[in-house]
């Protein structure tokens, strides 16, 4: 059974705000897994980067949405626990 996520893996945005349906696997198809800011041709398109570093771009980006401060800090609280980063 294939599992449906509702968030990105990578970064938690939900994936119906994807304004591209999602990031793209090798064959082109679409991910269901992860978005396409985090995501393209069956890689991550920042393949170094540590849960630390997303979770500081989560704030940011959450922040800049016009989000209180409280909001950010739950989002980016909430990354170490998605599949990308839970075997780290």
């Known amino acids: 059974m294939k599992t449906t996520y509702k968030r990105c893996q ?3 945005m939900p994936l119906s705000k994807d304004r ?3 990031g793209t696997e090798a064959d ?3 991910s269901t897994r992860y978005c396409s800011y985090c995501y393209e041709d ?3 398109r920042n393949p170094g980067l540590t ?3 997303m979770q500081a771009t989560v704030k940011k980006v959450v922040r ?3 989000m209180p ?3 950010a800090q739950f989002f980016a609280w909430r990354v170490a626990w998605l599949e990308r980063w839970r075997t780290q």
Do not use: A, Y
């Open 10 to 12: 990578s970064c938690g």
């Open 20 to 22: 591209n349906g999602g």
């Open 28 to 30: 082109g198809s679409r």
């Open 42 to 44: 069956g890689q991550f």
């Open 51 to 53: 849960v630390d570093q």
């Open 64 to 66: 800049r949405q016009g």
């Open 69 to 71: 401060w409280l909001v």
